[in-house]
């Protein structure tokens, strides 16, 4: 699970929505291209053409915002005639027509973001790493240790299935990762996988 591409289709005024639903996912080691940030960096929306049609899957995200955004049903459009999945993340079951119709999604509960970010990763982690229902894909993120002059590759392997994740969530118990060289353990959400605190090591001298 590493070098897949994830193409985060929206409306302007949902940037904001669409940034924090994907702030823990653009963790994992696989490209996640939200258009506004593509063109807020200088590119022209028509020119993302070549992000779209490399991707491994579609996120296209349907809000009433977004109704009738013509650059969404293109991207869709274009999406689906490339054989491009096209994963719908909706906020009423009526937005989600058209080409998507009769596909599974996503519902958009803006009361409980850890949800909709927990469900957004289930069906992300089927689709980018199907090893069949009773395999479980081995994710991970890995990161740079934050303690002074340490700096050394830490990695959190997450091998837990998707319901596990839910019910430590729900225990209210965490996901650890701790650094080999200065011994500093980090701590981070089951359903989002957003970090929530470091217990300082001591660093180990040569």
């Known amino acids: 699970m590493t070098g897949e591409q994830v193409f985060v289709s929206h409306a302007p005024s949902d940037l904001e929505l669409v940034q924090e639903l994907f702030s823990t996912v653009k963790n994992f080691p696989f490209g996640v291209h939200i258009v ?5 960096s200088g590119r022209s929306r028509k020119r993302l053409e070549g992000r779209l049609a490399n991707s491994d899957i579609v996120v296209a995200v349907l809000t009433n915002r977004s109704a009738g955004s013509r650059w969404i049903n293109q ?3 274009y999406a689906l005639a490339k054989g491009i999945p096209v994963l719908p993340l909706y ?14 999604g ?20 089927g689709e980018l790493a199907p090893l069949g ?3 479980v894909p081995n994710w991970y993120i890995r990161f740079p240790c934050t ?7 830490v990695t959190l392997d997450i091998t ?3 319901t596990k994740l839910w019910k430590l ?3 209210g118990q965490q996901l650890t990762a701790t650094c080999d060289i200065c011994g500093s353990k980090y701590y981070f959400d089951p359903a989002t996988i957003g970090f929530r605190g470091r217990e300082d090591g001591i660093q180990r001298s040569e």
């Not at 937005?95 to 599974?104: A, C, M, P, Q, S």
């Not at 996503?106 to 982690?125: A, G, H, Q, Y």
């Open 169 to 171: 969530h729900q225990h």
């Open 160 to 162: 837990q299935g998707q």
């Open 106 to 125: 996503v519902k958009i509960d803006r009361e409980n973001p850890s949800f909709t970010i927990f469900n957004l990763l289930c069906r992300l982690r």
């Open 147 to 153: 303690i002074p002059d340490c700096g050394h590759p």
């Open 91 to 104: 906020e009423t079951e009526d937005l989600r027509g058209g080409f998507v119709n009769d596909v599974e």
């Open 36 to 40: 506004l940030e593509e063109v807020g």
């Open 133 to 135: 229902a009773m395999s």
């Open 75 to 77: 991207e869709i459009g």
